[in-house]
């Protein structure tokens, strides 16, 4: 159905893709912190569901919209950035927690764990532009069977995200040992943490909707 060829490029702009600090990884790794390896993965899981919503637009061709209708962008592009900027005020603040301080938080429902880490990766439409841009490049048309050909080149792009995050989910409790005892490196973590965070909202922000073909 898809050649190697095709399976290869879609798993390599993958895993560039994951191994770049984003929100899906902070806000997981933050969970895993907090509340345990479980909150993590469960979180983990709602990221993959967006991916997969994503993957079905993309599939049926209804992710074009964000490229015909610019305003949609735009509108979901701010909403995002201005989510990431207000994690990166809780880091920065006075008195302001790093994601990987281990402090007492009132534990959330496994509902609404997996509902943040849908809506973290759903505020990000460059997913969409990703999945629009970057599949159709690997489907051959001959072969026929083209939404399938989809929703198998994209849930290859998410079995590679759910695995490095999945590493990360599990070595995050470690660093969280490590931070308590070395309180020095828990400071400068917070304010890179905060400072990436803050960087990333405005890149997000600023950043220009594709031009329509």
């Known amino acids: 159905m898809i050649t190697a060829g095709a399976a290869l490029g879609v798993t390599m702009v993958a895993l560039g893709m994951v191994l770049t600090p984003g929100p899906n990884m902070m806000y997981v790794v933050s969970r895993s912190i907090t509340q345990g390896r479980r909150a993590g993965l469960v979180s983990l899981i709602g990221v993959g569901a967006g991916f997969l919503c994503y993957v079905a637009a ?43 301080a281990p402090v007492d938080l009132p534990p959330d429902s496994n509902r609404r764990l997996f509902a943040m880490g849908l ?16 599949i159709p490049q690997f489907i051959d048309v001959r072969a026929g069977h083209l939404v399938l050909q989809g929703f198998l080149l994209g849930g290859m792009q998410i079995v590679v995200s759910l695995l490095v995050n999945g590493l990360l989910v599990l070595m995050a409790g470690g660093i969280a040992v490590f931070l308590a005892q070395h309180p020095g490196w828990l400071r400068v973590q ?21 031009a329509t073909a």
């Open 58 to 100: 993309t599939a049926f061709g209804l992710s074009v919209v964000f490229t015909a209708v610019p305003e949609l962008y735009t509108a979901v592009k701010l909403a995002g950035a201005a989510y990431l900027g207000w994690l990166a005020w809780k880091t920065l603040r006075p008195g302001g927690a790093s994601v990987f």
């Open 190 to 210: 917070r304010q890179v943490t905060g400072t990436a965070l803050g960087l990333i909202a405005v890149k997000l922000a600023t950043d220009r909707a594709p």
């Open 119 to 134: 809506l973290t990766n759903l505020l990000n439409p460059k997913a969409a532009i990703m999945y629009a841009s970057l």
